[in-house]
């Protein structure tokens, strides 16, 4: 069965240090590889994905994410966090057979910032 | 160019009455899905469908629970009888085509809350 972990429900961090949100997957055929970000009372925002190819995903916001098949894993990284990027971000997992209609999510990491 | 829109943002009722939540997706866009998001918690595909059509309801609920996407008009969650378990936030999702390569774009979600 198909399965997304984030360990960490909630992380803290320094205004201007360093990011790196963890996503562990199971899942048995080709994945496909998402994050999200929530703010508060709004939406999912994309900020990128997976499909094929080179192993490191540049995205929106200054995110960045890695491939990792022999870990299973897709870390969400950022070099410098700010202010705005207090929020809930989650990982999500599709596939080819099914598509990136019927995404398994993560229960999410909540980040908060210390000025 | 208007996103995924639901309607009402927030929504109460009291056990046994029923709930109706809107979806109107992205301009263009003919195919939508249904998520549930309960606290503390990520978010859970419950239904894909087309227009005029369900296409996959592997994670509704098998009672109470139904989904539609008529020809003309929004999309519509409707849950008859509500139960405090129902609380959740109820996500919207569009994509243009076949989303096996594309991503989905949420909207900002309604809020049931049964009381």
Redesign the interface.
């Known amino acids: 069965a198909q399965s997304?972990t984030q360990p960490d429900i909630h992380i803290t961090v320094s205004e201007g240090a360093s990011l790196e949100l963890r996503c562990n997957y199971s899942y048995g055929a080709t994945p496909y590889l998402?994050w999200?970000v929530q703010s508060p009372?709004?939406?999912?925002?994309?900020l990128l994905?997976y499909?094929s190819g080179d192993t490191l995903v540049q995205g929106i916001k200054g995110f960045e994410a890695e491939f990792k098949r022999s870990q299973s894993s897709f870390n969400l990284r950022k070099p410098s966090v700010h202010w705005s990027d207090a929020a809930e971000y989650?990982c999500?997992v599709g596939g080819?057979i099914q598509?990136?209609?019927?995404?398994?999510?993560?229960?999410?990491t909540r980040l908060t910032i210390n000025p | 160019n208007a996103g995924v829109m639901q309607n009402p943002r927030h929504l109460v009722r009291r056990r046994g009455q029923e709930a109706r939540l809107r979806c109107s997706p992205m301009k263009g866009h003919s195919h939508v899905y249904w998520y549930r998001q309960l606290p503390e918690e990520g978010l859970k595909f419950m239904v894909y469908l087309q227009k005029e059509n369900i296409i996959d309801e592997s994670g509704m609920p098998k009672e109470r629970f139904s989904a539609e996407f008529p020809k003309e008009g929004p999309s519509i969650l409707r849950i008859q009888q509500v139960v405090r378990g129902d609380s959740a936030a109820y996500f919207c999702a569009s994509s243009p085509r076949d989303p096996h390569f594309t991503t989905l774009h949420f909207g900002n979600g309604t809020r049931l809350t049964v009381t």
Do not use: D, M, R, S
């Open positions: 997304v998402f999200y009372g709004q939406g999912l925002q994309l994905k499909f989650f999500a080819a598509g990136a209609q019927k995404l398994v999510f993560g229960q999410g």
